[in-house]
């Protein structure tokens, strides 16, 4: 894309961000790859070392040896705790810091927008957290770190302490349900938005990928932030095939200038 077209779509975008009451940010693993974090699909993605298929929940409950290996990945940082947030996530910030987000609804598990500033009770995780671990049993959560830790002092497979019940990454594992309260609530914004922004995704994992589909045909406006095409791309006021971290800084820059911040 040429310099002066990408001018043209950030300053298109601003103002669709300018006259807009309901913004909705909906990301994916794109957004986080300048953090350092691998996304699922592209070129050296998570899914080039691993195989998706020993990620499933009914392999997670029914086989030792498949918990054993999944918390070894989990172990070695599958996904780094350490991550923090890039340019993307931090103009995110911006834009609730401005008054100007109503929310985000995120693919994402690495709690990188409430880690720039995005109040968590206005982040909807449609495939949960990193950050805690769940006993199936009893429903205790214990912060990620703290299993973490258990694992480094070489247990393979914790067990939840106070009831020795099956612990479980809180997150949602392929064939698993996504919480249906949060998925509630992500559809309701999506369709109650006027503005939504799609930002490093795919949109090609369901659910989740339903969200920009009740927007558009709610009649919400669309802008799409990603490297590679998506199949919502034709319904998109504004389309830019670039990195977030600068894109996204110069969007919201442009919003700054615009309204004389
Ligand atoms: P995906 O891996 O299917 O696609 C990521 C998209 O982001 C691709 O289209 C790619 O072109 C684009 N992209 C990569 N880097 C980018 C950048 N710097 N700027 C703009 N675009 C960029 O991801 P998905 O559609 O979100 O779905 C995969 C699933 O994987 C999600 O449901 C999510 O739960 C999970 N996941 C999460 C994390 C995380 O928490 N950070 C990481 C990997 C996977």
Redesign the pocket.
Same mark, same amino acid.
Request: proline share 2%; hydrophobic share 45%; net charge negative.
């Given at each position: 894309m040429n310099g002066s077209d990408l001018k043209m779509l950030v300053a298109e975008a601003a103002d669709l961000i300018l006259s807009s009451n309901k913004l909705v940010v909906f990301?994916?693993?794109?957004?986080?790859?300048?953090?350092g974090?691998?996304?699922?699909?592209?070129p050296g993605?998570?899914?080039e070392r691993f195989d998706p298929d020993d990620f499933t929940y009914s392999k997670f409950i029914s086989s030792k040896d498949s918990r054993r290996m999944q918390w070894n990945l989990f172990r070695e940082g599958l996904?780094s705790d350490k991550?923090v947030p890039n340019a993307?996530h931090i103009a995110i910030a911006d834009l609730y810091k401005m008054g100007r987000l109503d929310c985000v609804i995120?693919? &994402?598990?690495?709690n990188?927008h409430q880690k720039a500033g995005v109040p968590d009770d206005m982040v909807y995780e449609?495939?949960g957290n990193?950050k805690w671990a769940r006993c199936l049993e009893c429903g205790r959560r214990y912060p990620f770190e703290e299993i973490k830790g258990r694992l480094e002092q070489g247990e393979e497979i914790p067990d939840c302490i106070a009831c020795r019940g099956m612990l479980k990454p809180d997150?949602?594992m392929f064939e698993e349900q996504l919480p249906v309260d949060v998925l509630e609530e992500a559809g309701y914004r999506s369709m109650a938005a006027d503005l939504f922004i799609v930002?490093?995704?795919?949109?090609?994992?369901y659910p989740?990928?339903y969200m920009p589909i009740y927007a558009v045909r709610s009649g919400v406006k669309l802008i799409i932030? &990603?490297?590679? &095409?998506?199949p919502m791309d034709r319904h998109a006021a504004v389309v830019i &095939?670039?990195?977030?971290?600068d894109?996204m800084t110069s969007i919201v820059q442009t919003v700054q200038e615009k309204s004389g911040l």
């Open positions: 990301t994916g693993a794109g957004i986080s790859t300048e953090s974090i691998p996304d699922f699909r592209s993605g998570i899914w996904l991550a993307a995120t693919q &994402n598990i690495d990188l449609l495939h990193m997150i949602v930002i490093g995704s795919t949109l090609t994992v989740a990928a932030v &990603n490297l590679s &095409n998506t &095939n670039e990195k977030a971290g894109t």
